[in-house]
């Protein structure tokens, strides 16, 4: 096979790619629209579960990936870097974010029968956004974390 | 019916900390759909989840609609006797799915 010839096989599977990316993109950027996102929701929420305390980043670690193919379903874990002993806690990891239709993602409570705090779930994010992670410890002190995913492909909504 | 799964990792210690996986069927169905006619689709997710370990609740968790379809929910746990993790999703409709997995603990 001449060179000339795998050029345009290749150039004709781009164009047909590019073409699908396109359309599926399009089709669901119109059906999340829908739901008129409320700024600053997520700061609130946050507030109201810690009782409106400070909460100082670190100790905590968010990981989503940076870019998310799919909306529907992207992974993310949390974790806390702090004893899990009767003496020192993490008593509750609360999950938001700052550009779904609904601020909250999960709250998760734990104890030192857990013996590590870390867990990891599956959200949805309708498009480019901030995850926020905060952390409740047994002395009450509260930690946080966040982090941005993009997303191509908005998922249906939080 | 809704299917749960569990999963432990093999031959575990008395003090092992070990990672908890739990995935279960359900659309989380998140209230932002519509369907074919335009209609939204209601909210229908499991907002609870909860694991009790020989009888005493070791992790609760509180959902929300932007927790994907088929939940995948993973936890810690310090493995002490033997015995069974009953695991518990409660849906919005106030309806549970229930699963029990026998813990061997060396």
């Given at each position: 096979?001449?060179?000339?010839?795998?050029?345009?096989?290749?150039?004709?599977?781009?164009?047909?790619?590019?073409?699908?990316?396109?359309?599926?993109?399009?089709?669901?950027?119109?059906?999340?629209?829908?739901?008129?996102?409320?700024p600053?929701?997520?700061?609130?929420?946050?507030?109201?579960?810690?009782?409106?305390?400070?909460?100082?980043?670190?100790?905590?670690?968010?990981?989503?990936?940076?870019?998310?193919?799919?909306?529907?379903?992207?992974?993310?874990?949390?974790?806390?870097?702090?004893?899990?002993?009767?003496?020192?806690?993490?008593?509750?990891?609360?999950?938001?974010?700052?550009?779904?239709?609904?601020?909250?993602?999960?709250?998760?409570?734990?104890?030192?029968?857990?013996?590590?705090?870390?867990?990891?779930?599956?959200?949805?994010?309708?498009?480019?956004?901030?995850?926020?992670?905060?952390?409740?410890?047994?002395?009450?002190?509260?930690?946080?974390?966040?982090?941005?995913?993009?997303?191509?492909?908005?998922?249906c909504?939080? | 019916?809704?299917?749960a799964?569990?999963?432990?990792p093999p031959?575990?210690?008395?003090?092992d900390?070990?990672?908890?996986?739990?995935?279960?069927?359900?659309?989380?169905?998140?209230?932002?759909?519509?369907?074919?006619?335009?209609q939204?689709?209601?909210?229908?997710?499991l907002?609870?989840?909860?694991?009790?370990?020989?009888?005493?609740?070791v992790?609760?968790?509180?959902?929300?609609?932007?927790?994907?379809?088929?939940?995948?929910?993973?936890?810690?746990?310090?493995?002490g006797?033997?015995?069974?993790?009953?695991?518990?999703?409660?849906d919005?409709?106030?309806?549970?799915?229930?699963?029990?997995?026998?813990?061997?603990v060396a």
């Amino acid at each position: 096979m001449d060179r000339s010839f795998a050029r345009d096989q290749i150039s004709r599977r781009l164009v047909l790619i590019g073409a699908a990316g396109v359309a599926t993109g399009f089709v669901t950027i119109r059906k999340v629209a829908a739901q008129a996102v409320h700024p600053g929701a997520h700061v609130e929420w946050l507030n109201k579960l810690v009782g409106g305390k400070k909460a100082t980043p670190g100790k905590v670690k968010l990981h989503i990936p940076e870019i998310a193919e799919n909306g529907n379903t992207v992974p993310m874990t949390v974790s806390v870097d702090n004893p899990m002993t009767a003496a020192a806690y993490v008593k509750a990891i609360h999950v938001v974010t700052d550009n779904n239709p609904q601020p909250q993602v999960a709250s998760f409570y734990l104890s030192p029968a857990n013996g590590k705090a870390e867990i990891q779930t599956r959200i949805r994010l309708a498009e480019t956004m901030h995850v926020i992670a905060y952390a409740e410890l047994s002395d009450g002190s509260v930690w946080s974390d966040q982090a941005e995913a993009k997303v191509t492909i908005g998922g249906c909504g939080g | 019916m809704a299917i749960a799964r569990v999963r432990l990792p093999p031959n575990i210690k008395k003090g092992d900390v070990v990672e908890v996986k739990t995935l279960v069927t359900h659309p989380m169905e998140s209230g932002q759909r519509k369907d074919a006619n335009g209609q939204i689709i209601p909210r229908k997710i499991l907002n609870k989840f909860v694991c009790a370990y020989n009888g005493r609740e070791v992790f609760r968790a509180e959902l929300w609609p932007a927790i994907s379809a088929n939940p995948f929910i993973t936890f810690f746990l310090v493995a002490g006797d033997s015995g069974s993790l009953k695991f518990t999703w409660t849906d919005d409709d106030g309806s549970t799915i229930e699963h029990s997995e026998e813990i061997h603990v060396a």
